[in-house]
């Protein structure tokens, strides 16, 4: 067997201060890569046909983005990598043959897909209308198709309620039990937002102990992150995992969230559930009218005629957000993508998370350390999620590496009439996926295709 020493690696990254996940420690070494693959983790010099020096700036498993809506799109991934992510879960708005292919031909991060419940299954099925309860059969032949997308390698079910309220208990809970069949977890987007959503934690309760299925509320920031509702619904988490319940968390770290204008989100009588806000408060942030605030007669006519249309509702309590971060039971997802995602439209999300939770929240608010908050978006998601040899730095695992100056990284994007949502972080000073550098010092190299479609096995 050839000892490190003496075997030639691919790549060698060099003088790094390489963060340990699973024993929260961080420590000055050297990583060999060949192929894929990380096959060294030491302090020994290591020879590589090619070398990247460190400089005693941060080594870190690549970040996992287990909620996104990137889906094969070429810009959304190139925004996502260069903050650091290399594997993205999608699927929660659509997955189809397209979305697919586009990541089999090759995409620039890991791609896999959990399955939609609200937007794949119904319509498979012929529930095309969200405000309908799926009949009998109809539920049948959405578990039939639910076992089959899980046989294909999904990694979970995504169910967006407040997107179709017709989803009745039943459904939700027959899918549920398919999802415990193979030992995946669903993922919740709540009934209703603010503090009418406390109402709407006991359905997904009573599902989890009727089942024993893993839950994953999704993004507490922009469903329980308004109207000071956040402390009561991590109550209402904790509690039910104190019971046994098997019941995670994760969350955006913008005060502020975009929606299409024409979803469920906005039906008569949304303002009710924020407090004192109107169509005012709502900053258009695509097509035509982008960057301008929105009024009453605006947003009728772009419900009714452009419901594409990305709006930013300025809604959010500052707040939520360390009280969602300092609970160990919360990771970090960034919704990247969802609606409208071109050069100079969307959200900040999708450039700036991962640099936000580390330059604002470790570096310089202090509020987690950089091991707790590098395990939100690595192991953590990556176990949660059955991600195979993904979300450590250890021999064996799969080379995908991001090197940071943790004195450095921040995000720099921001919402539309305030900044450029697409902006790009800094501190980012390498991103290697699956062995190959697709980020060097913040620029996109010509390894455009070192992703892989991923499954769940």
């Not at 990583?31 to 010099?45: F, L, M, P, Q, R």
């Not at 502020?256 to 109107?278: L, P, Q, R």
């Not at 991001?402 to 450029?420: H, K, M, P, S």
Request: with cysteine; hydrophobic share 40%.
């Amino acid at each position: 067997m050839i000892s490190s020493l003496h075997k030639k690696y691919d790549t060698v990254i060099t003088n790094g201060n390489v963060i340990d996940v699973i024993n929260g420690t961080v420590e000055k070494k050297n990583v060999g890569i060949s192929g894929d693959k990380i096959t060294a983790v030491t302090s020994d010099d290591l020879t590589g046909a090619s070398y990247f020096d460190a400089g005693g700036l941060a080594v870190s498993p690549g970040f996992i983005d287990f909620h996104s809506h990137v889906d094969g799109n070429v810009f959304s991934g190139e925004c996502l990598v260069k903050q650091g992510g290399t594997t993205t879960l999608g699927g929660e708005r659509e997955l189809s043959s397209k979305s697919i292919d586009r990541v089999e031909n090759g995409f620039i991060v890991n791609q896999g897909f959990s399955i939609s419940q609200s937007f794949v299954l119904r319509n498979a099925v012929g529930v095309t209308d969200p405000k309908r309860p799926a009949r009998p059969r109809e539920i049948d032949a959405m578990v039939d198709l639910a076992r089959r997308f899980m046989e294909y390698g999904a990694f979970a079910i995504c169910f967006g309620l407040e997107l179709v309220p017709g989803t009745s208990f039943d459904e939700l809970l027959a899918l549920s039990a398919v999802a415990k069949e193979y030992n995946r977890p669903i993922l919740v987007h709540l009934r209703k937002d603010g503090r009418e959503a406390l109402r709407y934690f006991d359905e997904i309760i009573k599902v989890a102990g009727l089942t024993g299925v893993k839950v994953q509320i999704l993004q507490l920031m922009y469903m329980v992150g308004i109207g000071g509702a956040m402390p009561e619904a991590l109550r209402i988490i904790e509690e039910a995992r104190n019971d046994g319940l098997d019941i995670t968390a994760d969350s955006g770290l913008y005060d502020a969230y975009c929606a299409c204008i024409g979803t469920g989100i906005f039906e008569k009588g949304w303002e009710k559930e924020y407090g004192n806000v109107s169509a005012e408060d709502l900053l258009i942030s695509s097509g035509i009218h982008a960057g301008e605030n929105c009024s009453r007669k605006l947003f009728s006519e772009l419900r009714r005629d452009y419901p594409q249309t990305l709006v930013t509702a300025f809604v959010c309590d500052s707040d939520a957000i360390p009280m969602a971060l300092e609970k160990d039971y919360v990771y970090v997802s960034t919704n990247a993508a969802d609606g409208p995602h071109y050069p100079g439209i969307g959200a900040p999300e999708v450039s700036g998370t991962f640099p936000r939770l580390l330059g604002r929240y470790v570096r310089e608010k202090k509020l987690l350390s950089l091991v707790e908050a590098i395990r939100k978006i690595t192991v953590l998601p990556a176990e949660r999620f059955g991600l195979k040899d993904i979300g450590e730095i250890k021999e064996g695992m799969n080379a995908d590496i991001v090197v940071f100056d943790q004195e450095r990284i921040i995000d720099n994007a921001n919402f539309i009439g305030l900044g450029r949502p697409d902006a790009d972080p800094d501190g980012i000073a390498a991103v290697y996926v699956n062995g190959k550098l697709v980020v060097d010092n913040g620029c996109l190299t010509k390894n455009r295709k070192a992703g892989k479609f991923i499954k769940r096995e």
